[in-house]
């Protein structure tokens, strides 16, 4: 036996590496499994900061071939280097994954390396890449795995024609056809990436909208606007089968009952991710996991096996980096005695195409369902002066609003920097506030901001600007 924790993590993504520097921050001895020969999971790996930068390179250029000529700026040779944008990329996740081990070790935060898997319940054993395993007593232990791109039998990865998001990060050349399965979020930001530099893009969805949870009319706002820069949708449109063909794929589907035909260089799978909760040991440990491979767990992350938590992508709820990063605080709290909490209800959604969407709360076709009255403001950024200013005027706020006590519901917003914006409304929301007192509230102008406010007023057929 190597040693003894009072907290051990299995997993080192946002919501575990959160979850292990909050422990140790209120004196639990703390350690934190990961696999991976950096820190930082999926999200700053291969996930949300590797496509942010490539998504702010993209978009750099699409604006400087598109758009500055509006400003007054002209080039008289634009050009870009693929192999620069994807340096730059990893330069940015090798900086970010660095600060981790960096508080790691601020923090005392024990890091153990290799996979982590549970022997019986309050021990864990690690395996090495040799292949060597040490086992540890953990008086606590927290499962924070996160999760892994599905794959679909229609269309089975080979990395190199059919890919994954972490595939599509780093290829070589810009596609000339690429075929996204799956317009969600991740779908979506692919397609934008790869059509800004150049590559035909179509995105197949199987549902009749893209952004499947999201508000109707955010999704064909959004759907139009990139419609417009190039993308091309074919929604209620099932695929079947994929067969390659020497250097490129073919793809059959179900569209309206008829069946139809694709080609392409490349086919990115993007349709949803699954929890990482197998090879764990769970089941032999007596956790208990639902339907989908969840791990069960009650409204303090315990699950019925006592000392073993779990958090984030491998419970209920969304896959955000930022639900599980409050979700590990919160455990860990817990878990020393504290009042952790989280309020599910005022976690913000964000789709970082251009224009980025952001949400908070419930759609109109979720209030409609549950019968509640509500009331509504919108207000377009084309009436806004900051938007105006900067040339970028597409897209809107809305704001639903309870009908009689006025209390915010849910507030969706597309257009420029909707995921800074959405703050200030998930702040709103966690005070419990009503459109009234986002009405109410001063904002400087110019900005984008008074959008919001602007919306909010018309939740009370008050707007000034519009």
């Known amino acids: 036996m190597s040693d003894t924790y009072d907290l051990i993590v299995i997993g080192g993504g946002p919501g575990g590496y959160v979850a292990a520097i909050r422990g140790a921050q209120l004196g639990l001895k703390t350690a934190c499994i990961e696999m991976r020969e950096t820190l930082g999971g999926t999200c700053l790996n291969v996930g949300c900061i590797p496509s942010k930068a490539l998504l702010e390179s993209s978009h750099h250029y ?12 002209s080039f008289s040779d634009l050009s870009f280097n693929l192999a620069d944008m994807i340096k730059r990329k990893n330069e940015v996740v090798s900086g970010m994954t660095g600060g981790v081990e960096f508080l790691f070790k601020k923090n ?45 039998p229609a269309a089975p990865f080979d990395h190199e024609l059919i890919c994954d998001s972490t595939d599509a990060l780093n290829w070589s ?51 139009k606007i990139l419609e417009k820069e190039g993308i091309t949708f074919e929604l209620s449109t099932l695929l079947e089968s994929t067969k390659i063909k020497g250097a490129s794929v073919g793809l059959t589907a179900k569209k309206d009952g008829k069946t139809v035909e694709f080609e392409a260089d490349k086919v990115l799978v993007a349709v949803g991710r699954r929890p990482y909760t197998e090879r764990l040991g769970l089941l032999d440990a007596g956790v208990e996991l639902d339907a989908r491979g969840r791990v069960k767990i009650d409204t303090h992350f315990k699950t019925n096996v006592p000392g073993i938590y779990a958090i984030g992508d491998a419970v209920q709820g969304p896959m955000l980096a930022h639900k599980a990063e409050e979700e590990g605080i919160a455990a860990s709290e817990g878990i020393a005695g504290k009042a952790g909490h989280v309020n599910y209800e005022a976690i913000p959604g964000v789709v970082y195409t251009w224009p980025e969407v952001a949400s908070v709360g419930a759609t109109e076709e979720d209030l409609k369902a549950k019968d509640v009255k509500y009331k509504k403001g919108q207000f377009n950024f084309r009436a806004n002066g900051r938007a105006k200013a900067m040339g970028d005027s597409e897209g809107f ?20 920097n909707a995921s800074e914006l959405i703050g200030e409304v998930a702040i709103a929301f966690e005070f419990g506030a009503s459109a009234e007192d986002l009405a109410r509230a001063v904002h400087a102008h110019p900005t984008l901001t008074e959008a919001i406010k602007e919306a909010s007023l018309g939740v009370d057929g008050r707007m000034i600007h519009s």
């Open 173 to 223: 050349s810009v596609p000339k056809h690429l075929v996204v399965v799956g317009g969600g979020v991740i779908g979506l930001e692919m397609a934008s990436i790869w059509s800004r530099l150049g590559a035909k893009v179509t995105v197949l969805e199987a549902l009749d909208k893209i952004l499947g949870p999201m508000d109707r009319g955010i999704s064909t706002a959004l759907q």
């Open 397 to 416: 706020v809305k704001v639903l609003a309870d009908e009689k006590t006025d209390r915010l519901l849910g507030v969706h917003i597309i257009g420029p």
């Open 108 to 152: 005392k935060v024990t890091w153990l390396k290799g996979i982590g898997s549970l022997v019986k319940p309050g021990l864990v054993k690690v395996t090495a890449k040799d292949g060597t395993a040490v086992d540890y007593v953990g008086k606590n232990i927290m499962i924070a795995t996160g999760s892994e791109p599905i794959a679909i």
């Open 62 to 73: 699409f604006r400087a071939k598109h758009e500055f000529a509006g400003h007054g700026i």
